[in-house]
T-cell receptor, first 109, second 114 residues
């Protein structure tokens, strides 16, 4: 079946850029999503990219999709302490959704 | 405001007891989902429902049951048959078939078995 993988942990200094990576095995997809989960809460949609796009920018967020390498990344510019959370990538192929294991981002002052 | 409400937020259960987690949405969404989240793991799908009075098993349905008698409500029962029920449970909804895959999540319910 589909496998979506993320690194477990990322530590970054406040003001620096964060890059969270996601790799997948099945190339079929419609949309790819990034969700943010704050402690003890549900997931909130941050941004998404359609599978025929290479890049999408939304304020401090930049999503890059490399279909050849099956690699998705989320870059957060000027990372703030409020960006500390778990970030999940989610790959949609029709009605089938597959989540990565989540990357815990810790922002240090 | 529209959204998804899960209750209770925290729940303790003794071994051998069934427990029901509530999920209510007022977004008029057709599809609803239950996920289980364990530390360091992604979300695993327990059950989902795309229409009232119909639901399907997800990847880890054993030991769980659901009902979908109303569009707004999709309660999850964690039965005594679930071997390792301690986890964080997330309910989600989406507009339904033909949607682009975005899910709207509740705040979650944390179940601890004592």
């Amino acid at each position: 079946g589909e496998d979506v993988e993320q690194s477990l942990f990322l530590s970054v200094r406040e003001g620096d850029s964060s890059v969270i990576n996601c790799t997948y095995t099945d190339s079929s997809s419609t949309y790819l999503y990034w969700y943010k989960q704050e402690p003890g809460a549900g997931l909130q949609l941050l941004t998404y990219i359609f599978s025929n796009m290479d890049m999408k920018q939304d304020q401090r967020l930049t999503v890059l999709l490399n279909k050849k390498d099956k690699h998705l990344s989320l870059r957060i510019a000027d990372t703030q302490t409020g960006d500390s959370a778990i970030y999940f990538c989610d790959k949609a192929a029709g009605n089938k959704l597959t989540f990565g294991g989540g990357t815990r981002v810790l922002v240090k002052p | 405001d529209g959204g998804i409400t899960q209750s209770p937020k925290y729940l303790f259960r003794k071994e051998g007891q069934n427990v029901t987690l509530s999920c209510e949405q007022n977004l008029n969404h057709d599809a609803m989902y239950w996920y289980r989240q364990d530390p360091g793991q992604g979300l695993r799908l327990i059950y989902y429902s795309q229409i009232v009075n119909d639901f399907q098993k997800g990847d880890i349905a054993e030991g769980y049951s659901v009902s979908r008698e109303k569009k707004e409500s999709f309660p999850l029962t964690v039965t005594s048959a679930q071997k390792n029920p301690t986890a964080f449970y997330l309910c989600a909804s989406s507009p339904g078939t033909g949607y682009d895959g975005e899910l709207f999540f509740g705040e979650g319910s944390r179940l601890t078995v004592l």
